[in-house]
């Protein structure tokens, strides 16, 4: 059975942890579909990173990134963009 969901929400895992777990979406780890990052500590650098990596992963369909301190309203559009399209994905 794969991975589906991975709920890390209040382990303060930061840009550094964030960065960890990009690179292993990046690399097609798992087939996630559901994501908490919530209330990690996690600024527009680990966001940044989020984003990019979400840009090549068709299976996450969802993204808690509430309580960070995510200041660039452009990364969360951007990511909530990509969500959305990979929520229509997985529909077809």
């Known amino acids: 059975v794969a991975l589906q969901e991975l709920w890390l929400g209040g382990n303060e895992l930061g ?8 690179a292993a979406i990046h690399e ?6 559901v994501l908490d990052l919530s209330n990690n500590g ?5 966001a940044r990173t ?3 990596s979400l840009a090549s992963n ?20 951007n990511i909530n963009s990509l969500l959305e399209k990979n929520q ?3 529909k077809k």
């Open 15 to 22: 840009d550094e942890g964030a960065t960890s777990l990009a």
């Open 28 to 33: 097609g780890c798992c087939a996630l579909s």
């Open 42 to 46: 996690i600024t527009d650098v680990g």
């Open 50 to 52: 989020l984003l990019d």
């Open 58 to 77: 068709h299976h996450i369909a969802k993204v808690d990134l509430s309580g960070n301190d995510i200041t660039d309203d452009e990364i969360l559009r």
């Open 88 to 90: 229509k994905l997985r």
